[in-house]
C-alpha cells in the first residue's frame, strides 16, 4: 500500500546534472527523516544526504557543495539536485523515509525501488 516511488536517473557525462525525485504514496500520518542512500557494485550502501522534519540537512563529505537534498511536505517527497556529477558518483540511487502510518504506531523506514545513475568521462 505504501510505496515510495524514485525517478529522474540516467545517463550523463561528467560535470553534468540530474535531479532525483521520490514521492511517498498511501495512507502516511507522519514523515520523519527523508534521505538519499547510494550504492555501487561491490561497496556498501552510502548515505548521501538526509534532511529532517525541521528542514535541518547533512551531506556525505563526497558530496558537499555539489548536491542539495530538499523535500516538500505537502507532495510527500524528498528531491536531489546532483550538479558536477563525476564518476565516482556512479551508482544506485535510493530513496529513504522514515513512515508513521498512524498515530498509534511507530516511525519505519522505507525504501525506494533504486535509481541508476551513471556518469561517464
Known amino acids: 500500500q505504501v510505496q515510495l516511488v524514485e525517478s529522474g536517473g540516467g545517463l550523463v557525462q561528467a560535470g553534468g546534472s540530474l535531479r532525483l525525485s521520490c514521492a511517498a504514496s498511501g495512507v502516511i500520518f507522519s514523515i520523519n527523516a527523508m534521505g538519499w542512500y547510494r550504492q555501487a557494485p561491490g561497496k556498501q550502501r552510502e548515505l548521501v544526504a538526509a534532511v529532517s522534519s525541521g528542514g535541518s540537512t547533512n551531506y556525505a563529505d563526497s558530496v558537499k557543495g555539489r548536491f542539495t537534498i530538499s523535500r516538500d511536505n505537502a507532495k510527500k517527497s524528498v528531491y536531489l539536485q546532483m550538479n558536477s556529477l563525476e564518476p565516482e558518483d556512479t551508482a544506485v540511487y535510493y530513496c529513504?523515509?522514515?513512515?508513521?502510518?498512524?498515530?498509534?504506531?511507530?516511525?519505519?523506514?522505507?525504501w525506494g525501488q533504486g535509481t541508476q545513475v551513471t556518469v561517464s568521462s
Open positions: 529513504n523515509a522514515e513512515l508513521k502510518l498512524r498515530s498509534y504506531s511507530r516511525y519505519v523506514g522505507y
